[in-house]
């Protein structure tokens, strides 16, 4: 059963989603971290 529903667009969507979300999150964090490292530096 699971392995029908991995094939479906909704699944598909779905992790797109989840994909897009989490490459916001690490960039969100590396920018942050940038900033904070540049804080510390003057």
Same mark, same amino acid.
């Given at each position: 059963? +699971? ?8 699944? @598909?969507? %779905? +992790?797109?989603?989840?994909? &897009?979300?989490? %490459?916001? &999150?690490?960039? +969100?964090?590396?920018? &942050?971290?940038?900033? &904070? @490292? ?5």
């Amino acid at each position: 059963m +699971l392995r029908n529903e991995t094939d479906t667009p909704t699944f @598909k969507a %779905a +992790l797109f989603t989840v994909f &897009i979300a989490f %490459a916001g &999150i690490v960039a +969100l964090a590396a920018k &942050i971290r940038a900033e &904070i @490292k540049r804080e510390m530096g003057q």
